[in-house]
Every structure is written in structure tokens, then in C-alpha cells.
């Protein structure tokens, strides 16, 4: 909704925040970013292993309750609150059994950051004066395996096949569209930085009872590499030309998804 983007991005408007007596999804879904954000970064600096995982495991009931105890001020957590906790230990625990059947199976992984910021400029003319614009996203964490990069975003929120489509640069964007251009932008950022490396680009849906890993995906092209690169900027230059024309209104629209929670 570009009203949206103009209150969020523009006037930096934000919600105030309250102390919960209950836990709502939004609040569990930072909770289990952050218990796995504290033990990733861990095997980022040390390394990751079978063994690591399998005592992690173990941590990881109190990790949350910690964190439930912390957000709530709620030493006994009784109702909805207590189930809210035992199902984020249990999508907690669903990413590192994913992890360790890739070890198990003998797969090389390795942890390159989390929570890592991905940052790039580009210039761009706005009524004939050069500017240049500053992008950057937070990837929840980067690993490399088998030799190929996974930029990863870790998603506590329903995830559908339908969701995350195929995505072709050469048309306009949709809306529908959100998650795989989400995903298609961590590659463009990481690759800017990185332009000999192989990337793809992930959902983990933690949230899912089936499907964990969802792959961003592209028509007829790499999510890496100069042609992807190109092509991608080529996107962003047209987005901000939407943004920066005077003659169109940043309005309401009745279609957004945004608009059931506005």
C-alpha cells in the first residue's frame, strides 16, 4: 500500500509499544528470531556441528522461556501464554533438526552471519539531478552449503507454494509477488558484494507443519551473476521512478493485505 510505505518509511511512523499480558504472534515470531539469531551467531564463530546442535537442542526450552519471562513479566506462564511457548520452542527446534539431518547426511555447512545487514548503492537520476540511492535489507542469517550461498529469511507467519512463485523481472510487480521479490533482493544485495559467489536465496517457514524450505526462484535466470544483477537494478530503477514522480499519489489501496491489520 503506498499510504503505508509513505507512514512507515516517509514519516517514520511507528505503533507505541506496550507491556503484553498475553503474547501476540508478532512478539513469538521475535522470540524465536532472536533464540536462534543468540545460538547462530555461536556456530558462526566457532563452527557448526552435530554434536553442537544436539546439546543446543536441549538449551533450547529454557532459552524461550527466558525470553517469554522477559517480554511478558511473567515468571509462570499459564493459558495461551504457555502454549504460545511451547509451540516457538517447537519451531526453534524444527531449524536446527533441519540442520542436523544435512550434517548427519554428510553435507558441508557452514555459518557465515546473522542477523547480517546486506547494503548497496546506485545512482539515480531525479528530475535530471544524479543522487545517489542507499538499499540495504537485514538477512536473518547466511550460511553456505555444499558451496553454494543461502541467504535466509526466516518467516513465523503461514507460507504457501503459491506464495513464494517463480518470479520474471520482465513483468511488473504484484503484490502476490512480495516474497519471491523479497527473496530476489537479498541475492541482488549479497551478490553486489560478492560477485564470484553462487547465491540462492531461502524461506525458512517455521511456522508450517509440512514445508520448512521454500527457494526463491527466477524465469530463465540465476539469482546471481551480471545479467541477474543488471536486470535486477533495472527493476529498482523503475520502482523508484514510480516512487519519485510527482504526478502520482502516494494512496490508499483498497487491495493491500496491509489494510486488514492498518
Known sequence: CPLDFYYTYVCGLKEAEEVEEEIEDSTMGDIVHQVLEDIYKDYSKHGISAEGIKKDLKRI????????????KQTTLTGNNYISKEIAITQVEKVLKSDLEHLKAGRSLKILGTEEELSTTLEFSIQRELVKVHLKGTADRIDELDGVVRIIDYKTGKVETKSVPELNL????AEKHAKSLQLAYYSYLYSKNHPNKKVSS???????SKQLLFEGKLTGLESFGETFI?????LIHSLLAEITDSDKLLIHNEDSKWCQVC
Request: glycine share 4%; charged share 40%.
Open 61 to 72: 526450552p529454557k532459552m524461550v522461556g527466558n525470553e517469554y519471562t522477559e517480554k511478558l
Open 170 to 173: 520482465d513483468d511488473p510487480v
Open 230 to 234: 543488471d536486470k535486477f537494478e533495472e
Open 202 to 208: 531461502w524461506i525458512f517457514a517455521i511456522k508450517n
